[in-house]
Nanobody, 124 residues
Framework: QVQLVESGGGLVQAGGSLRLSCAASGRTVSSSIVGWFHQAPGKEREFVAAFTGGGGTIDYADSVKGRFIMSGDNAKNTVYLQMNSLKYEDTAVYYC?????????????????WGQGTQVTVSS
């Protein structure tokens, strides 16, 4: 059974940093397409970043490029999202997810395993 558990969310002032973790079990993240998504109140879930499954290539949404860094620890079967220079509009629940396809996509429809999410709140 595949399980994803996110942690690391919290309340931070604008300009601050947080590091989110996503611990996986039941599947090896290093051989998977793994994504981070966020969902703000009243909005659809949106792509943030992902390991595309192609030799460690990472794809970032334009809104976070240069501020967020995705990384992984194969020994811990865990992926991270380092979030720097946080803005009020980054406030959302953040989810990690594993794709059910070997073809990379940003679409949430391609991701079949989801964590429970972790709340990130950025105060202005």
């Amino acid at each position: 059974q595949v399980q994803l558990v996110e942690s690391g969310g919290g309340l931070v002032q604008a300009g601050g940093s947080l590091r989110l973790s996503c611990a996986a079990s039941g599947r090896t993240v290093s051989s998977s397409i793994v994504g981070w998504f966020h969902q703000a109140p009243g909005k659809e879930r949106e792509f943030v970043a992902a390991f595309t499954g192609g030799g460690g290539t990472i794809d970032y949404a334009d809104s976070v490029k240069g501020r967020f860094i995705m990384s992984g620890d194969n020994a811990k079967n865990t992926v991270y999202l380092q979030m720097n220079s946080l803005k009020y509009e980054d406030t959302a629940v953040y989810y990690c997810a594993l794709s059910g396809s070997s073809w990379y996509s940003r679409s949430t429809d391609r991701y079949v395993y989801w964590g429970q999410g972790t709340q990130v709140t950025v105060s202005s």
